[in-house]
Nanobody
Framework: QVQLVESGGGLVQAGGSLRLSCAAS????????MGWFRQAPGKEREFVAS????????RYSDSVKGRFTISRDNAKNTVYLQMNSLKPEDTAVYYC????????????????WGQGTQVTVSS
């Protein structure tokens, strides 16, 4: 059974930073690409960032490019999302997910999901 557990969310002022973590168990973590998605109230879940199995390839949505950084530590079975220069529009529940197949930008391409962690950015 694959488990993904996110942590690190919270309340932060605009311009501040947070680092999210996602701890994985139940499969060979280092064999799979990983992704971060977010979902704001009343909106669909959207792609934020992805990282290849070895960290060599990363992808970002245009809305976070230059502000967020995805990374991973395969020895710790953990993927991170460093979020800088946060804006109120970044407020959402953030989810990590394990990639299965298909486009990295679509939720349907990921087969396991965490429970999410709330990020709230105040103006």
């Amino acid at each position: 059974q694959v488990q993904l557990v996110e942590s690190g969310g919270g309340l932060v002022q605009a311009g501040g930073s947070l680092r999210l973590s996602c701890a994985a168990s139940g499969r060979t973590f280092s064999s799979y690409a990983m992704g971060w998605f977010r979902q704001a109230p009343g909106k669909e879940r959207e792609f934020v960032a992805s990282i290849s199995w070895n960290g060599g390839t990363t992808r970002y949505s245009d809305s976070v490019k230059g502000r967020f950084t995805i990374s991973r530590d395969n020895a710790k079975n953990t993927v991170y999302l460093q979020m800088n220069s946060l804006k109120p529009e970044d407020t959402a529940v953030y989810y990590c997910a394990s990639y299965d197949s298909g486009s990295y930008y679509y939720t349907a391409s990921y087969d396991y999901w965490g429970q999410g962690t709330q990020v709230t950015v105040s103006s």
